[in-house]
């Protein structure tokens, strides 16, 4: 027992003294309805962490099942009693309202991996607040680009109502031209669209335009493909990651939509991640685990520059940006929100396998709409 | 507006009435019969539209899915019935729901350590896709016709079972004296059990034939588990007919009232307000009707007078 007590205590001692010297708290979903997105950016950031062969990081990952109270209580603990150095990993915007602010007020670093809500792009911005995926806007921006480009001149706009959703028609409709036939709120969580579907087949209108994320979009684009309406659809890449198109099957083929990442994009690094990342999990990746991916990356670059300890020199690195992403070129905007290029995607079948083709370029090297009202 | 839209939106409000319906009667039997308040009667759907997914995925046939669904959400039932609910007859309403929360958190996560994160497949057969030219030229989907139609061919043979055979004398008189029908040799336990798996044969039914227009993802039961205890509330607990007739309120309520009520805010505000605080009270309206039914008659349309 008396040896037993000492091969624990000198374990102990060794974690404490082997420790490692950078310590990150991921907070994202993994249970509940949404669990596949954060599921997805918490294998891609691994897959990163793994690849850099560094074993002086660790991760503490955390479930918010989705919910503000819980995301807020596990950020305080890993804040104030874990002592992270950096967090990451929140997929919901009402989650990151609830904590970007308090953590960023604290001295901690934020890399978001999904969510960009416009407040935490405009007045609210913060130095220590950096996004790698998009602010909230972007995808639908480049769609109403789309639209324009393609032709379309009198749009079916539908979102649920709650602020993305607002911000998804805003966004849609900061660039699209034409008029619109038809704007309709759905409700958040709402599995049937048959009404909203009638709405759209008496509208007379000549495309669609939907921001459904996740088990929505599904039932949606199922429900549209059976009633028989035939407008052309385009949405934001939200409602056709390669998490759910199996899902959606055929009722899903051909539709555009509009993403700042897909597996066919041309560069070295991306060809490595979408390989190591099938074989690592026996999946292909979404762009959700391409965010992942690129935040760990980002992370990574910045801590061979300079250590988290050191503020200044360590928000400099992370402005810089010097990692090979994903997406190709990546560069930070004022407001550290990332200035790319969206793609618009066709949706076709590989073999038995749903997946998304690139088939132009919706907006070139796009910045947000609120960069100017951030003063950092 | 036209007539046409007006008729689709009716027919839409219908079908979604009747899928409530098959939820909100096991619900209601459950609650009337044992007294025993079953939050994991929405697990029961999921079960269901997650075996049927599994077996359509296997053998490719819509209709060996249905059969898996009732038979897996039956045993599912039964099985819970035995291990757990049987010790909560006599507990109070509040230890009820805590078990049965704990049953909810428990299906959701094995179901996805059986079945992964992501959601699964589950289409509509070929034979019943795509849209019918109704009397009109209405084009409505075949799928959703079948749907109303399954729905109130199960409302007859519930009607049946209950006003017409032996079981249905059992179940009734278990309802008004539990005591009684137990004094006079009916195996009240096993009655329980038959009832708690028909109950959730028919979430499971619903789950599956539903399954196939939305999407199969853990989670999925809790939504329509709230709007059927609106219904069941609104029809008076434990009656049938109540939860049949509080099933079409709720469904054309919420169906018509997600149309129509922006469309009336629109005549006297511009259109992007109207539209959000439109769907806003839309979103209100089954419960605003709740209100007022509970208002008139406190015990639901078909409730036993208190």
């Known amino acids: ?376 | 507006m036209s007539s046409i839209l007006v008729i689709e939106q009716i027919l839409n409000g219908l079908q979604f009435g009747v899928m409530l319906f098959l939820m909100a009667a096991g619900l209601t039997l459950i609650f009337g019969v044992m007294g025993l308040i079953n939050l994991a009667h929405g697990s029961l759907y999921m079960i269901g539209a997650f075996a049927a997914a599994a077996v359509a995925g296997a053998t490719g046939s819509f209709f060996l899915a249905l059969v898996a669904a009732l038979v897996a959400a039956a045993v599912a039932g039964a099985i819970v019935e035995m291990v757990v609910i049987r010790r909560l007859y006599n507990a109070a309403h509040l230890d009820q729901v805590l078990a049965t929360f704990a049953l909810i958190l428990i299906f959701s996560e094995g179901t996805r350590w059986v079945f992964g994160s992501f959601p699964l497949f589950l289409d509509i057969p070929n034979a019943l896709s795509g849209p019918v030219t109704l009397p009109g030229g209405i084009q409505y989907p075949l799928y959703r016709l079948t749907l109303i139609a399954i729905g109130l061919a199960v409302a007859l043979g519930l009607w049946l079972l209950i006003e017409r055979t032996r079981i249905g004398i059992q179940i009734r008189a278990g309802e008004n004296d539990r005591e009684m029908i137990g004094a006079l040799g009916v195996d009240i336990s096993k009655l329980y059990t038959l009832v708690f798996a028909l109950g959730a044969a028919l979430a499971g039914l619903a789950g599956a034939l539903v399954g196939a227009i939305q999407s199969v993802q853990v989670g999925m039961g809790e939504p329509v588990l709230i709007l059927a205890f609106v219904v069941i509330v609104i029809g008076g607990i434990g009656s049938i007919r109540g939860a049949f007739i509080g099933a079409l309120l709720v469904g054309l309520t919420d169906t018509l009232g997600g149309v129509f009520l922006p469309e009336i805010f629109k005549l006297f505000m511009d259109s992007g307000a109207a539209q959000k605080s439109g769907s806003a009270l839309a979103s209100m309206s089954i419960y605003l009707l709740m209100g007022m039914v509970l208002i008139w008659r406190p015990t639901g349309l078909f409730g036993a007078r208190a």
């Open chain 1, 1 to 376: 027992m008396r040896k037993f007590l000492f091969a624990t205590v000198a374990a102990a001692l060794c974690a404490t003294t082997a420790a490692s010297e950078v310590k990150i708290g991921m907070i994202t979903t993994l249970s509940g309805g949404g669990a596949g997105l954060g599921i997805d950016v918490r294998d891609g950031f691994m897959l990163a962490i793994a690849q850099s062969g560094r074993d002086d990081i660790e991760v503490v990952i955390e479930d918010d099942q989705r919910k503000p109270d819980v995301a807020v209580q596990l950020s305080d603990k890993m804040v104030q009693s874990e002592r992270v150095d950096i967090m990451t990993g929140i997929i919901w915007s009402n989650l990151a309202m609830a904590v970007v602010p308090s953590v960023v007020g604290q001295g901690v670093f934020y890399l978001s991996p999904n969510a960009g809500p416009s407040q935490l792009a405009g007045q609210g911005c913060h130095e220590n607040y950096f996004n790698v995926a998009w602010q909230n806007d972007n995808l639908h921006e480049a769609a109403g680009a789309y639209a324009n480009s393609v032709g379309y001149e009198n749009s079916f706009i539908m979102a649920p109502n709650y602020p993305a959703g607002q911000d998804a028609l805003t966004g849609y409709k900061r660039l699209y031209t034409g008029a619109l036939s038809g704007e309709v709120f759905t409700q958040l969580g709402q599995t049937d669209y048959a009404a909203e579907i009638a709405q759209i087949r008496a509208s007379g209108a000549d495309s669609v335009f939907f921001f459904l994320p996740g088990g929505m979009g599904i039932s949606f684009l199922k429900q549209y493909a059976d009633s028989g309406v035939d407008i052309p659809v385009i949405g934001p890449a939200f409602s056709f990651d390669q998490g759910i198109l199996q899902a959606v099957g055929d009722a899903a083929l051909g539709v555009v939509n509009t993403s700042q990442w897909n597996k066919d994009i041309d560069n070295p690094t991306n060809a490595a991640f979408v390989e190591t990342f099938q074989a690592e999990y026996g999946r292909l990746p979404s762009l959700y685990a391409s965010q992942g991916f690129d935040t760990a990356n980002l992370l990574i670059s910045a801590l061979e520059v300079a250590d988290p300890s050191d503020g200044d020199a360590f928000r400099d690195a992370l402005r810089a940006a010097e990692f090979d992403s994903t997406r190709g070129d990546f560069s930070f905007g004022p407001n550290h929100h990332p200035i790319q290029t969206i793609y618009a995607r066709e949706v076709i079948k590989e073999g038995d396998v749903y997946t998304n083709k690139i088939i132009g370029v919706a907006l070139e090297n796009h910045a947000d709409a609120y960069a100017a009202a951030c003063k950092m």
